[in-house]
C-alpha cells in the first residue's frame, strides 16, 4: 500500500505524559456548572417561545407554504389510494382487535386527521397496524371475555353469548388503552423522552414484529378454518392456541376454508402481479378493495352465510357516533399493556418515518412525532377508536403514488368518512374469512424477517441471539410482557459484550509506533525487553474489573499473589536473619569490634538480589478503549498499580481519553507521590519512557 | 516537564492505513473454533481430574501440610476468642431470623464445620450474619406470623398466641429457605457461575448493608422498647413500622428500655477501651460475652423478667438434635428469598475473603467458595441451622487474633459445641433488649457507611447514586426485592453512562502528533483546513448511534439534511435546466450546429461549483474508545459515510482497535469500493492521508 501513497509519517517531538500535554495544550478548567446548564436549558425568551409554539403545532408553519401547483395533484392521488387500502385494512385489523369492523373504519378516520395537525413526517400512512391490533385484541379478549357475557338462550335451552354486550364492552376496553396510550406517548413527548426508542434497535424491532406476526396469524387461523376455540390469555398463550387449533382441524367449515384458500391466492396473484406492472401503472390496483367487493358480492348472492355457515362481518351501522371519555375504572387494569402500546406504537412510527425523512432529506422530530402520535391516540380513545401506528405496506403505496405531504393523510381521512357514513353497510356479507386473508397476505414482510437470521448469523452473532430471544419472548410472553423482556435482555448483552472483552500483548509492528496484539499479527515483536504492554477492549468498570486484574496475571505470566508470598516469607526470613545477625553481632562486637558492619551489609544484599530476574521492569496498560471509569475501576487501577510495585514492577499507563483522566483525578489516584507523569499519551510514549538507555531511536 | 525527561519522540514512516499494517505485520487468520474450543474445556485426563477433586476439598491438601509449631498457637487462641463471640452473635442474630436464640448456635456451629473441610480462605470467621438474619425473619414472619398460631386462652379468656408451635414452623421455614439457598449456591459454583459476584459492585454492596442495617435497626426496636407492634411484610414494610413504633412509644416498658440503654453504653465504652488498648493486649477482652453474663447475672438476681415485665430469652434446651430433611412443601414458597439469600450471603463472604487474600498473599477461589457455602448452608439447614455467611467484626478478631488457617473456624465451632452441650442452658434470663443492644453496636460499621455518600459525591457521582438508590431501594422493598431492583438499577447506570458521552472535535498540539478536545485545550489548533476530526467518548451501539450521528452534524455544523435538499433541489433544477437545454440545442443545433456543445458544458459547470466551500472536505472519525460494534453502529458508520459522501465530503475512520475491525468486516462495511484503506492506524496518520500537498512535517 504503500506504494500508493507517496506521503509519510515523520515526527520529532518530545516524549510526553499527560502532565506535558497539559502545560503544551494548556489545558483549560473551565466547566459550566449544573446551574448554569439549568439556566440555559430554561432560558425563556419571545423567539423562543414563538418556536415552541410553531413547533408543536407543525400545520401552521407548512400549510401556508403549501405549492397547490407542485402537490396538491400527487397528494390527492395518494391520499384516495391511502384511504381505499385503509378500508380493508381497517375493518380486517378489527377483528384482530376482537372489536367489530366499523371501528377499524373509525380508527382510520380520527386518529389520522389528529396527526395532520401535529404530525411531522410527510410521507408515513397512520391507521391501523397489525401488531398493535394483536396486542389490543390481548386485552380486550381478557377483559371482556365469552365467558363472562353467557346468557341462557330459551329458544335453544343452550349457554349462548351475547355479542351485543360482549362487543360492547371491547370497544370500551379497546378505547380506554387506546387512551391510556396516548396520554403515555403525550407525557414522554411532553418530557422530551423521544429518546426511549433508541432502546428498540433494529434486530429488536425486527424479531419483535416477526414474533407478532405469529400471534396474529395464529389468532386469525379460528377464521380461516371457521372453527370457535377456546380463547387462552397469559403466558404460551399461543402454543395452547395452536394445540387447540390442531385438536379442532376435523371440525374446519369446508365454506371458510374454501373461500380462505381462494382469497389468499387470489391476493397474492393480484399482488404479483401489481408489482409486476408497477412501473406502468401510475397508481396500483387496489387489490384488497377489489378482493372485499367480489367476496362480498358472491356472498351476498350465494348466500354463504346461511347455506355453508360462513362467518360474515354483520351488522355495520353508518355514520359516526357521539365521543365518549373512555371508563375511567377500567384505566387501572390496562396501564402496563397502554404503556406498551404507547411505545411500540412509537417506535415503529418514528423509525419509519425516520427512513422517509432521509429519503427526502426533512427532518422528523422525535419529540412531536411521541406528542403527535399521543393526540391521535387519545383524540381517537374518546371517539372509540383502537391504538393506531403507521403500516408499512399502506406507507410505500402513500410514497409511491405520489404523495407528498401530510395533506395525502388527510385526504385518507375522508375517503373513509365517505365510506363510513354512505357505503360501509354494503360490506355486512363479507367473509371474516376474506379479512382474514388480506392480514395474512399483508404480513409477508414481516414473515420475510426470517431471513435476518441467516444474515445476522453471518454478520454480528450476538445481535442474531437478540433477535431469536426477542422472537421467542414475544411469542412465548405475548407482545406486551414480550417487549419489556426483550429490551431486559438487548441491554443485558451490551454488559455481556463488556463482560467479554478480548485481553492482549501488544507488541510493536517493526521500525513504527504502531502497536498490535501479538496473536493476531505475525511480524509484531515484544521489542523492548522487560515492557509488557497490556490491553483489555473493553471499558473497565465494577463488572469487569476482576476479569481484568486476572487477565492481566494470565497474559504477563507474573503470579502476583505467590510472588507476594515469597517476597513476605523472604522478608521474615530477612528479619528473623537480621535478628540472629543482630544478636550475633553484639557477641562479636564484644569479641572484635571492626567485623560488624561488612557482614551486616553482605546479608541485606543476599535478599535484595532475589527478585526474579525474569520478571518485566514496567507493564505498560493500555486504556484508549477505556469509555469511563466507575470508584471500582480506579481502585482496580490504584491496587494493580500498588501490587506490581510491591514486587519492583512499575505500572504506567497511556492512551486516556481526557474524560477518564478527569475520572482518575475525582476518584483519588494521583497522590502526593504519584502525579500525571504516569500517564502517557500514547503507546509509544510509554515505552520510550522504559528505554532511557537509547534517547531517541528513528523507525 | 520536557526538562525532566530527555527523551525524544522521533519516528520516520509511511502513512498507514489498516490494509497496510496488515500487509506489515502479517495479519494471521488463525482462529479458534468454537467447537475447539469445547473440545479443549471438556477434555478429561488423568492430572486434571485429580487436581479437581484436590480443588474441591481443599481440606486434602492444606492440613497435611499443617506446621504444628507455626500455626497451632495461633489458631488455638483465635479460636476461642472466635467461639467467645459467636455465643452472643448467634444468639442475637437467631432473634433477628424470629427463631428461638439455641438456633442461632447450631449456626455458629454446623456450617463452621463444614466449611473447615470445603472453605479456601484462611482468614473469614463463617457464621451468623446480621443482613442475612434479618432477611430471613422476613421469611419466618411471612410464613408463620402470629395470627396463624392464635389459641384461646382458657384462663385469662383472651386469645394468645401459641408461641412454641409458632416457633417450631419458623424453625422449619428457616430451615426450608436456608437449605435452598445453599442448593443455589452449590448449583451456582457447580456450573462456574462464581462471577455473578462482579455485579455486585463495591458502592452497591455498602449501600445495601447500610440499608439493611436499617432494617435490623427498626426489627429489634420492639426489643428495645419492651413492646409488641403489628408485623408487616411486603415493600414499605419498614417505614410502616417505624410509624407503628412511634405510635407504640407511649406503652414502652421502662424495664426493657433501662436495660438497653446501660447495655448500649456499657458495650460501646467497653469497645472503645478495646480499641484503646488494642496495641497492648495480646486478645481483644471478650465483651458481648461479658456484657451477657452480668446481665444474665443481674437480670436472674433481680428477677427482671417478673418485676419488671422485661423479656427474656426464655428455654435454651440442651444438646443437638437430630437432622431433619426440611419441608419440601415449603421449598415454592421461598424460593425467590433463597435466592436473594445465596447471592448476598456469598457476595460478603467472597469480598471479605479476597481483602485477606491479597493481604496475606493466597488465592481464594471463587467458584470453590461458592461451593464451600453451598454445603454449609444445605447442610447447616439440614440441622435446623438458618443461613450464614461471614461477619467483618468475628473476621477481624479472627485474624488479629492470630488465626493463619481454617483450623481456627473448627476450633471456634467446638467452642460453641461445648457452650450448646453444656453451659446454653444458663443464659434463660438473658434479657432480649441485651440482645438488640450487640446487635445495634455490631452495626456501627455499617452505620458509618453513611460517610460513603459525601465521599463517593467527590469522587464519582454516578456512583454515588447507585449507593444512594441501593439504599433507598432496599429500605423501601426489603432486602430481597431490593438487591434485584438495585442490580437492574446499577447495570442500567453502564448503559446510562454510554448514552451521555462527551463528543468533541479534536485538534493538533502543535508541533506533535497529539491530538485533544478543542474545547478543553487553549493550544490545540485545527490546523489542516477543511478536516473535522470527531470522537465519542464512548462505545458506537444501538442505544447511541442516532445521537452519534447528532452530534457530528452539531459539532460540525453540517446541517446534513438541509444540504442533502439543498443539493436534491438543484439536480432537480439542473435536470430541468438540461431538458430546456437540450431542447434549445436541438433548436438552436437546427440554427446553428456550432454553438452547441459550449452551451451544456457551462451549464454543469455552474451546478457543480455550487458546492458549498465552507464545507470541510473530510471527516476523521476516531473510533479509538469503540469497544465493539454491533448492527446498528456498523450500519450508522456506514450511512454517516454514504450520506456525507453524497455532499461530497469524505470520512474516513481511524484507531479502530482489531475486534471493532473484524465487525466492520463481518457487518459489510468494506465493499467493492470501500476497502480497509479508508481505516487508518492513528488520527495522525488520517491526517497526513488528508494533506496530500505537503508529504512529510516533522513537529
Partial sequence: MAEDWPMEYSIHRDVLDEGAVDEMAEKSNRKTSVCDKMKKSLRCSGP?????????????????????????????????????????????????ASVPAVFGLYSSFYPVLVYFIFGTSRHISLGTYAVLSVMIGGVTERLAPDSAFTIWDNVTNTEVVDIVSRDAERVKVAAAVTFMSGIFQLLLGLVQFGFVVTYLSEPLVRG?????????????????????????????????????MCYLVPQTNVGSLVVSIVSIVGLIAAKELNTYLSKRLPVPIPVEL?????????????????????????????????????????????????????????????????????????????????????????????FQCFAISCSMSRSMVQESTGGRTQVAGALSAVVILFITLWIGTLFEDLPKAVLAAIIYVNLHGMIKQFMDIPA???TNTIDMVVWLATFILTIVLNPDLGLAASIAFSLLTVIFRTQLPTYSLLGQVPNTDVYRPLEDYNQVQRHVPGVVIFRSSATLYFANAEMYQEALARKSGIDITKTLAAKKKLEAKRKRHEK??????????????????????????????????????????????????DTVGVKTLRNIRRDYGEIGIEVILCGCQTSVVQ?????????????????????????????????????
Avoid at 80 to 94: D, E
Avoid at 225 to 235: A, D, E, L, N
Avoid at 295 to 321: C, F, H, M, R
Avoid at 586 to 611: C, F, Q
Fill in 290 to 382: 377489489l378482493g372485499i367487493i367480489i367476496a362480498t358480492v358472491v356472498s351476498w348472492q350465494v348466500n354463504l352465510k346461511d347455506k355453508y355457515g360462513v362467518d360474515v362481518v354483520g351488522d355495520i351501522p353508518s355514520g359516526l357516533q357521539p365521543p365518549v371519555f373512555p371508563a375511567t375504572s377500567l384505566f387501572g387494569q390496562v396501564i402496563g399493556d397502554a404503556f406498551a402500546l404507547a411505545v411500540v406504537g412509537y417506535g415503529i412510527a418514528i423509525s419509519l418515518g425516520r427512513i422517509f425523512a432521509l429519503k427526502y432529506g426533512y427532518k422528523v422530530d422525535s419529540n412531536q412525532e411521541l406528542i403527535a402520535l399521543g393526540l391521535s391516540n387519545s383524540i381517537g380513545g374518546i
Fill in 208 to 244: 419483535y414484529t416477526t414474533g407478532a406476526a405469529i400471534h396474529v396469524i395464529v389468532s386469525q387461523l379460528k377464521y380461516t378454518f371457521g372453527v370457535s376455540p377456546k380463547r387462552y390469555s397469559g403466558p404460551m398463550s399461543v402454543i395452547y392456541t395452536v394445540l387447540e
Fill in 456 to 458: 445476522l448469523w453471518r
Fill in 663 to 699: 475520572n482518575l483525578q475525582t476518584g483519588g489516584f494521583f497522590g502526593d507521590k504519584l502525579t500525571k507523569s504516569c500517564l502517557f499519551t500514547s503507546i509509544h510514549d510509554a515505552v520510550l519512557y522504559c528505554r532511557p538507555e537509547s534517547n531517541t531511536f528513528t523507525g
Fill in 48 to 96: 423562543r417561545l414563538k418556536r415552541c409554539l410553531l413547533g408543536s403545532v407543525p400545520v401552521v408553519s407548512w400549510l401556508p407554504r403549501y405549492s397547490i401547483r407542485e402537490d396538491a395533484l400527487g397528494d390527492l392521488i395518494s391520499g384516495i389510494s391511502v384511504g381505499i387500502m385503509q378500508l380493508p385494512q381497517g375493518m380486517a385489523y378489527a377483528l384482530l
Fill in 580 to 629: 540472629k545477625m543482630a544478636k550475633k553481632a553484639k557477641k562479636d562486637a564484644k569479641k572484635n569490634p571492626v567485623n560488624t558492619v561488612r557482614k551486616n551489609n553482605v546479608t541485606v544484599i543476599d535478599v535484595e538480589l532475589e527478585r526474579d530476574p525474569s520478571l518485566p521492569r514496567t507493564i505498560i496498560l493500555d486504556l484508549s478503549p477505556v469509555n469511563f471509569l
